[in-house]
């Protein structure tokens, strides 16, 4: 019986995705089905195992290679990865955020894997590719600056173009990072209300003023920060991952530090539009508020702020 079930739902996720793959040709629709696309491997790796899920993923992608273009195979793989992740962590009965993290992780190998094959099958550079659109993108802020301020010099744009083409594509690996955790996020939260409405269940995230990072994070952060200081020489590896390594850091502390604010708010009895408009101001003006908010992260973490509150 629980084979036959297995079997039934696998081919049902099987349709569901060449759907959901038909309709993210579509660029409105894409926007949509990248969340998506994840939850039917969620839902089937949860109910049955992650071998069930694998094999589930080896008979979407030979039958989407024959009936779609490979094209759609880089974005099969990465919501397979995460998924696969996010599903498992949901059958061990982990916390929401242990789920997010193990999700985050599962989208982070999904691009390795799509960017391995795109270069090796579909001879598709796409770190060429991304270099080419901030190269676009920088030269085309440049023009609009120098039409505004014409008092800067030819050599003074192209200084500053320079330094934000390295910039940004140094950061690579923490905008991927970034991408990964909000859509691990985004469908995990599709996920809960999934389950929740077909299995009553009662998955969901706790609220967002009890998230806190273990305090490992400081030292790190601090170890980012030493390393920063010695400097190393431009474009090579350590000064790569130095980078990367702070500025990843350099997030969660203000994820932390954010999470504090609502804690205050809730246990000060503030209105919750406080604290909201205090994130949209640190997002608009964030030149010296996030700064703020990442030490009063710090200050969270490394003080207990939290208990001396209760």
Known sequence: MNKSRQVTEGAMMIAILMVMLIASLFPILSLI??????????????????????????????????????????????????????????????????????GT??????????FIFSQTLLDVNIVAEYENIVEESVNTSATMVESINPSLGEEDMEMLQETQI???????????????????????????????????????FPPFRQLQFPSVIIWIYLLALIL????????????????????????ALSLQGFSFIFYFAYIKKIAKAVPILIVVATVLFPGFLLYFVRILGIIDIGFRLRERLK
């Open 33 to 102: 089905t990248i969340f998506v696309l994840p939850v039917p491997f969620i839902f089937y790796v949860k109910r049955h195992g992650v071998k069930a899920g694998l094999i589930m993923t080896l008979a979407v992608i030979v039958i989407s290679s024959l009936l779609m273009s490979p094209v759609m195979l880089p974005l099969l793989l990465i919501a397979a990865a995460g998924g696969t992740f996010i599903g498992y962590a949901m059958s061990k009965g982990n916390t929401a955020y242990e789920t997010l993290a193990q």
């Open 228 to 251: 920063s200081v010695i400097g190393f020489e431009e474009g090579s590896t350590m000064n790569f991952g130095v980078q990367n390594l702070l500025m990843i850091v350099g997030i």
């Open 166 to 204: 390295n910039l940004l594509q140094q950061l690579i690996p923490t905008f991927m990072v970034v991408f990964a955790l909000i859509t691990a996020f985004i469908t995990q939260w599709i996920s809960y209300k999934l389950f929740n409405r077909i299995g009553n269940e009662k998955l969901a």
């Open 105 to 114: 992780f599962g989208f982070l190998v999904g691009m390795l894997l799509a």
